[in-house]
């Protein structure tokens, strides 16, 4: 395993933001439920007609349960019933994908001592590249339980920077053969900037506490499924999200809950503020 990156190199990398997607991008993304089936379809309303998507998850799935075929995919029969579902090796050797989005499974500081997250990071890049060289690769940051007893804001606080950019992007970067910049997507920063400002707003529409924007101790709700899918717009899009929709359809074609115009315009501000301040999310300020 290499040392990481050098912070200074590392910093280097995403001085000149991407500029923003000029078409409607095909997409894979690979995770487990704090991706979820809803997020995604989320997102594709969000985005310009001809946004499409595949996925694979799992329950609490790592990256190297989704790379080594002779390791279960937990959940994988569960979770893959749906018209999205695509085996990722075949998918990314297709070409066919403009953007990847790959995540890890937390207990974070557990997928990295135990599941090699660096090294299966490096391998699902490569393959994305591989198939095609101009793809995009984004580590889509996420978060702990609720009741983390460190504290789950200030775990939000630390972790990226000490595990999803030290011990897994900048241990990535390293490898020699790992030429291009993966860029992250904050949705656990992105949480706890909106978690702030509703706690310190004492709520905002129909949200008030971060108890809101989840269905239970670490799952998003539809509020929170909304502000992931806001967050993966702003970044892989590069644009604001302010003035999109915010009454939108789950996977089963069902309404989600609408967080009504207040919070819903709170949410498109604070993902706004949160990827264009946070430079490895390849945004640039409009």
Known sequence: MPAPLDQGAFEALYETPLASAEAPLRVYHLGHSLVGRDMPVMLAQLAEDGHSFNSQLGWGANLREHWEPDIPVKGFEQENTHAQFRDPHEALASGEYDVVVLTETVEIRDSIKYQDSQEYLRKWAR???????????????????????????????????????????RRTLAHDDVTRPIYVIPGGQVMAAFVRQVEAAGGIGPIQSRNDLFKDQIHFNDYGAYLMALTHYAVLYGRSPAGLAHALDKANGTPAADPGPEAARAMQETVWQVVTAYSPSGVAED
């Open 127 to 169: 393959a994305a590249r591989d198939g095609n060289p101009e793809a995009r690769v984004y580590l889509y940051e996420t978060w702990h339980n609720l009741d983390d007893e460190e504290g789950w804001l200030a775990r939000l606080d630390r972790d990226l920077g000490l595990y999803w950019e030290g011990e897994i992007l």
